[in-house]
């Protein structure tokens, strides 16, 4: 599930947090003001590409790598382009080709129909606000600060759904990095072909926003680095960038002691695809936990 550096990073964490009054807490761990901003591509305008008419392939992934639609059958008006993946007898679902970006945040909160269906989890989260206001900056960074139950809600209302289990509802926790069960590592590992996202065994130093890169320490706009690509084409930024909330909790989601999956890393570690946590589901006081929706693919 996660490795014993990652387990003691973490656990070291839980304990300086724990020992402190709520609103020190927060203010160490990762403030958001720490939470920089890079300059964006740095090889390739890939981001550039979000908004602009590149032809697209009958997949929805133009030459440039960056959808600009999703592939057919997948939904396509809230939220990022997406992704098909199929795997014959395995899975034919959806994936978000980016993290959910500020911008896109915004227009859910900002909507009328945020609200999750009564018989799903979290019915008692009333607020979907970040843990700090959004600065005035690109909207074409990844939303942070976000906890299970917002990227939940946020991925009901754009018609999606939060990745879990292949074939739709919550993974196991013991199954995160089985690429036969679960929708996330399946992508990021094309069916367990590859340790990370873009391809080989080994660790790529500024392949993907990670490890304190390039970046100096920073999230970047989503699919600036056209590097970062994969496991299948057109997806981005599985590593790196911010964590992504897994539809896989140990206990039950909106429960006070629920823990539950973030994938993917952030700029501030160098994982690779399997290096998947457990995190409480109401952390959302740093900005390194973001969003990826999947969904049913309608034919």
């Avoid at 996660?2 to 387990?7: D, E, L």
């Avoid at 890079?38 to 890939?46: M, V």
């Avoid at 292949?166 to 199954?175: F, S, V």
Wanted: proline residues 6%; hydrophobic residues 35%; contains cysteine.
């Amino acid at each position: 599930m996660i490795s014993v550096r990652a387990w003691h990073r973490r656990a070291a964490r839980w304990i300086v947090v724990a020992t402190l009054p709520a609103a020190a807490a927060c203010s160490l761990f990762y403030p958001f003001d720490d939470i920089t901003i890079g300059e964006g591509p740095r090889d390739g305008s890939a981001s550039d590409a979000l908004a602009s008419d590149v032809s697209s392939s009958e997949t929805g992934v133009p030459e440039s790598g960056v959808p600009d639609r999703s592939s057919p059958g997948c939904p396509g008006e809230r939220g990022s382009a997406m992704v098909r993946i199929t795997v014959a007898g395995v899975a034919d679902f959806c994936i978000d080709s980016t993290e959910v970006t500020r911008a896109q945040y915004q227009a859910f909160l900002d909507s009328s129909e945020q609200r999750i269906r009564p018989d799903a989890a979290c019915t008692t989260n009333t607020s979907y606000l970040p843990a700090a206001p959004f600065p005035d900056l690109d909207s074409s960074l990844p939303v942070g600060k976000i906890d299970w139950c917002d990227a939940y809600a946020f991925c009901a209302w754009a018609g999606k759904r939060l990745c879990g289990a292949i074939g739709g509802g919550p993974l196991a926790p013991d199954a995160t990095t089985d690429p036969d069960k679960g929708e996330w590592i399946l992508a990021c590992t094309k069916h367990g072909g590859r340790a990370y996202s873009y391809g080989g065994q080994s660790y790529v130093d500024g392949s993907c926003n990670s490890g304190f890169g390039d970046s100096g320490g920073a999230v970047l706009p989503v699919a600036s680095l056209p590097t970062c690509q994969g496991g299948y084409d057109g997806v981005f930024d599985m590593i790196g960038n911010v964590y992504e909330w897994e539809n896989s909790c140990d206990g039950v989601p909106g429960a006070e002691d629920a823990m539950c999956s973030d994938q993917g890393g952030s700029f501030r570690t160098s994982n690779g695809c399997k290096a998947s946590g457990m995190t409480p589901h109401f952390w959302q006081f740093s900005g390194d936990w973001g969003i990826r929706c999947c969904a049913d693919v309608k034919n």
